[in-house]
């Protein structure tokens, strides 16, 4: 299990997350073989156009040389942060990850609503996870208010260490959480459930 924190990115084999996703994006690639997972902060065009480089060279160094147009691409956001920009906020990661289309969930339910700033949602931090789901092809993202999760520390707890990260990273930690996940929200996004909406973005 896989975390990325603050400005680092990995990947695991069978589930990986981000933490505390408010103006920020967190961007999970699956492949055939690897679940990866980047946070991207909300800071200037130009370092976030360093992360796309960075962990576009870490996945395709990864994968090796091949069609990327099995790769699945999600970005999480959090309620209604990047609306006018997330289009221009993913085109890095597009070009530098060589994929097409990307579907962007943002989560609207079950977070704490906070005191709303030019920079941040109303939404409470949220960390979200990705896992391959029963039937080839589907997954299973879940997701809940950062504050309210049983973080548990370190390697030994089930957590594993970031393959790399941009800029400075402010949280160095390696986290893990109960693999049955309690408490967590499976992100719905259609019907009388849902909790969240879905844009299929094509680049």
């Known amino acids: 299990m896989y975390f990325a924190t603050m400005n680092s990115f990995g990947y695991d084999q069978t589930c990986v997350g ?6 920020c994006m967190g961007i999970f690639v699956a492949t055939n073989d690897l679940l990866y997972a980047v ?8 370092q976030e156009a360093l992360g796309a480089q960075k962990f ?36 890095p990661f597009v070009t530098c990850l060589g994929v097409k289309k990307v579907a962007a969930i943002r989560l609207y339910a079950n977070l704490q609503t906070i005191m709303p700033s030019k ?30 999760v049983n973080w548990l520390q370190g390697e030994q707890a089930g957590g ?3 393959h790399g990260w941009y ?5 160095k930690e390696v986290v893990s959480v109960d693999p049955n996940f309690p408490g967590w929200h499976t992100v719905v ?14 680049f």
């Open 18 to 23: 981000v933490t505390g996703i408010v103006g």
């Open 39 to 46: 946070h991207v902060k909300a800071q200037n065009a130009n």
């Open 56 to 91: 576009g060279a870490f996945v395709k160094n990864c994968e090796g040389p091949g069609n990327t147009s099995s790769w699945k691409v999600f970005c999480m956001i959090n309620g209604g942060n990047r609306l006018e920009r997330l289009r221009d906020d993913l085109q």
């Open 119 to 148: 920079i941040h949602s109303s939404l409470a931090s949220v960390a979200v996870v990705l896992r391959r789901g029963a039937i080839q092809g589907q997954f299973d993202i879940r997701y809940m208010q950062d504050s309210t």
């Open 160 to 162: 594993k260490f970031r």
């Open 167 to 171: 800029g400075n990273p402010s949280s």
């Open 189 to 202: 996004t259609s019907g009388p459930n849902a909790n969240a909406t879905l844009e299929n973005l094509n």
